[in-house]
């Protein structure tokens, strides 16, 4: 069956340094893959997505996330995280580019000053 | 509108009442979507509309739950007899168009139901 993981519940890092949230899937192809970002009662936002060509994709706030095969993951990078980017980060995936996203459980990044 | 608008943001509601929760799209887009998020887990999705017709109702959880749409823009979800299981955010969603075609899906704030 599809599914998508995220390892890790919760994280926290200081303010400055890096970050990388984990995803992996269950899909036979390659599927289309998302990044959203849910701030407290917030809706959620697109942060990047992939759907072909170049494995490392560049988002909006300064995050990237690299595509690899051969590991069924889609990785969430940013190099210095902001007391801002605190909130819960959801890695989806739509099977053969369809509406029925399947999402992962969410990591909540806690961001200390 | 710029983005998708949900009312009302939160309800709270006693068993066995009905809600109605309302979505409006973002305009012109085609497809619209209803997902559920119950605390501390993922999205599940519920239903989707092309356009007014609804070929994809396989998410919802049962026969209490219904959503409708009109004129190509605001939707409805319904649930009746409230029970506490239904407790979630309900989020709705819209794409230029839907089906397989890889849109992006934009997401709306949420409606936070609460029954008690």
């Known amino acids: 069956a599809q599914s998508v993981t995220q390892p890790d519940i919760h994280i926290t890092v200081s303010e400055g340094a890096s970050l990388e949230l984990r995803c992996n899937y269950s899909?036979?192809?390659?599927?289309?893959l998302f990044w959203y970002v849910q701030s407290p009662g917030q809706g959620l936002q697109l942060l990047l997505k992939y759907f072909s060509g170049d494995t490392l994709v560049q988002g909006i706030k300064g995050f990237e996330a690299e595509f690899k095969r051969s590991q069924s993951s889609f990785n969430l990078r940013k190099p210095s995280v902001h007391w801002s980017d605190a909130a819960e980060y959801f890695c989806a995936v739509a099977p053969g580019g369809t509406y029925k996203y399947i999402f992962g459980t969410g990591t909540r990044l806690k961001v200390l000053a | 509108g710029a983005g998708v608008s949900q009312s009302p943001s939160n309800k709270v509601t006693e068993k066995g009442k009905d809600v109605e929760l309302r979505c409006d799209p973002i305009s012109g887009h085609t497809a619209l979507y209803w997902y559920r998020q119950r605390l501390g887990q993922g999205l599940e999705f519920l239903i989707y509309f092309q356009g007014n017709s609804a070929p994809d109702k396989s998410g919802l959880p049962s026969d209490r739950f219904s959503a409708e749409r009109t004129g190509e823009s605001v939707s409805t979800l319904t649930i009746q007899r409230t029970q506490q299981e239904d407790s979630a955010v309900y989020l709705c969603a819209s794409s230029i168009t839907g089906g397989a075609s890889g849109n992006t899906i934009y997401f709306g704030e949420g409606s936070w139901l609460t029954v008690v």
């Open positions: 899909y036979g192809a390659t599927p289309y």
